[in-house]
């Protein structure tokens, strides 16, 4: 399999017959655990206009650990990393929200999900971390 960046992570689930249809919070939950993180969904899910909204517009998760602090996680499927990134940076309600919440001393992270490995091997799904910082909003990167 080819070399991967460091900002992914495989992960073998130990799911068995789930594995295919688990869902990125799912995946991501699973992960927040395995680093020892304590974690809750802060999306919420509004059954009058059947839309999910997430906390702030931004994020899914908010997970802490004494050693990660306090991050807010967008959890995402690997096809809509750059969709959720750009909007963030296109909308300015969202850039003041997510600026406000990192200098307070939040992280924020999108985290993306997709099954990846070498022809005809099992495929494992693999995590994407993109740490969102006040320099990249700052800088409109």
């Not at 940076?89 to 997709?114: Q, Y």
Request: glycine share 10%.
């Amino acid at each position: 399999m080819p070399e991967l960046p460091e900002n992914y992570i495989q992960v073998l689930s130990n799911r068995g017959e789930q594995e295919d249809s688990m869902k990125p919070s799912q995946l991501t939950l699973d992960e927040c655990r395995k680093r020892g993180m304590e974690m809750g969904i802060v999306e919420r899910y509004n059954s009058f206009v059947h839309k999910r909204f997430d906390f702030v517009g931004l994020g899914d998760i908010i997970a802490f650990s004494k050693y990660d602090g306090i991050y807010m996680i967008q959890a995402t499927s690997g096809s809509n990393h750059s969709s959720h990134r750009d909007k963030i940076f296109k909308d300015e309600k969202l850039k003041k929200s997510l600026l406000k919440w990192l200098e307070s001393g939040g992280r924020f992270g999108i985290w993306s999900w997709s099954k990846k490995g070498d022809r005809g091997k099992r495929k494992l799904w693999t995590l994407r971390e993109d740490e969102i910082t006040c320099n990249d909003i700052k800088n409109g990167d």
